[in-house]
């Protein structure tokens, strides 16, 4: 071997090429190189141990109770805070003389853009998922956000249909009271949004149709399409959400409420669903 720098570069490229055996051959007999290429080796395997780590993915559960978290809590807090946060400075404002007039211009041009944002409560993030949890969080966080109030079938799939809705309705036996529905809209489309009530607490249903999947205008992650083809059945929770979801014939059914897995599962008879 060479000077300790040329042997250094030389066992390092061979490891890295996984050419050892060739470093074997060359360093037998040379202590100094001998022990550089168990240095080199050792350094290497660690190196690519702690890549392999940091390379590893989120595990699924994880990642989706945090995109649940996100989207629900998103969805509560948006249109109430941008609202809240112009009323506050509307209110600083109109109290200032010099900046009276200039705050009533732009309170009219904030009442148009609320507006629109209003209009836009009814659209839902592509995501499934997402869009399940944003569902729940609107019709549970206000009433009003209940489109038609109705027990009746035949009234509420006459509903649908004339807001856009394209496909039939599905409706699952729960053990709940059916409180209404609602339509919502996923890049374009129209889907309805089924809302059942027990113990006072709400339960909504998302249906979304196989065909708005196959056409990419729904999303669904991995974890739930892989659940409901190998087991029929996908369940997640957090600490307040438990999401339910599971296909009926080309309708993928997306439950979300704040009770407890078990008692969401008890609600359905789930060896018919």
């Given at each position: ?194 809302v059942y009530r027990t113990a006072g607490r709400i339960i909504s249903l998302l249906e979304v149709e196989q065909g708005a999947i196959d056409a990419k205008a729904v999303d669904v992650d991995r ?51």
């Amino acid at each position: 071997m060479k000077d300790s720098l040329d042997s250094f570069d030389w066992i390092s490229e061979m490891l890295d090429n996984h050419q050892g055996h060739l470093v074997s051959d060359k360093v037998s007999g040379d202590a100094r190189a001998e022990r550089e290429a168990r240095i080199i080796a050792a350094t290497r395997d660690a190196v690519r141990s702690r890549r392999q780590a940091l390379r590893m993915q989120v595990p699924v559960p994880l990642e989706r109770s945090i995109r649940m978290a996100i989207a629900a809590e998103a969805s509560a807090q948006t249109n109430r805070s941008f609202s809240g946060k112009l009323r506050s400075i509307f209110g600083r404002l109109v109290t200032q003389p010099r900046y009276a007039a200039a705050a009533l211009s732009l309170m009219a041009v904030a009442a148009s853009a609320l507006f629109v944002l209003s209009q836009r409560g009814n659209t839902l993030p592509s995501n499934m998922t997402e869009a399940a949890l944003a569902a729940y969080a609107s019709v549970a966080s206000d009433a009003e956000n209940i489109d038609l109030y109705s027990s009746d079938k035949n009234d509420l799939r006459a509903f649908f249909a004339n807001q856009g809705v394209d496909f039939e309705v599905f409706f699952p036996t729960v053990a709940a009271e059916l409180v209404g529905g609602s339509v919502r809209s996923i890049n374009g489309r129209d889907f309805p949004v089924l809302v059942y009530r027990t113990a006072g607490r709400i339960i909504s249903l998302l249906e979304v149709e196989q065909g708005a999947i196959d056409a990419k205008a729904v999303d669904v992650d991995r974890a739930t399409a892989d659940d409901v083809a190998s087991s029929k059945w996908h369940w997640a929770s957090s600490q307040d959400r438990t999401l339910f979801v599971w296909k009926s014939n080309s309708i993928m059914c997306s439950v979300v409420s704040d009770l407890a897995v078990n008692e969401v599962s008890a609600l359905f008879s789930l060896e018919v669903l």
